[in-house]
């Protein structure tokens, strides 16, 4: 396994600009899982399906975006701060804050992840089928 990178080293090599506070703050929590970082294509798949309660064990991320989506998706909400599409379809769309109280329908193969934390800590509130949210304690008023 080779060493993971540097924050600024991920930055650098993967040519990303930090749009927003929420847009760095997605990719803080995702770089360290990317595959081009880690060297292990099975972190993001894991890490995904235990957020999401879904089953991606035999699956691999086919297609990651930090800023933007680049293979045609249209993402229910505009700007997504991390995008995501598995080898079996699956596609991701995290976002680094809420988008209103009214959820958008879904595709059968689309979840949303809403962060509103600073790191993961495995408080997950489900809201409408195929949406999540993330957040640490005490942010959430």
Not at 88 to 110: A, H, P
Request: charged share 25%.
């Amino acid at each position: 396994m080779k060493a993971v990178m540097l924050y600024n080293e991920f930055l650098a090599s993967h040519n990303l600009k930090v749009k927003n506070h929420q847009h760095e703050k997605i990719i803080k929590l995702f770089y360290s899982s990317c595959w081009s970082v880690c060297g292990d294509i099975n972190a993001l798949p894991i890490l995904m399906g235990e957020l999401l309660d879904i089953d991606l064990a035999d699956t691999h991320a086919i297609t990651g975006c930090f800023n933007g989506i680049f293979d045609g998706t249209i993402p229910p909400f505009n700007d997504v701060d991390f995008y995501l599409r598995f080898s079996n379809d699956i596609r991701i769309f995290v976002y680094g804050s809420s988008r209103g109280k009214e959820k958008k329908k879904l595709n059968s193969n689309e979840y949303v992840l809403f962060v509103l934390g600073d790191k993961l800590t495995g408080n997950i509130e489900r809201t409408y089928d195929r949406y999540a949210i993330v957040y640490d304690e005490g942010e959430i008023e």
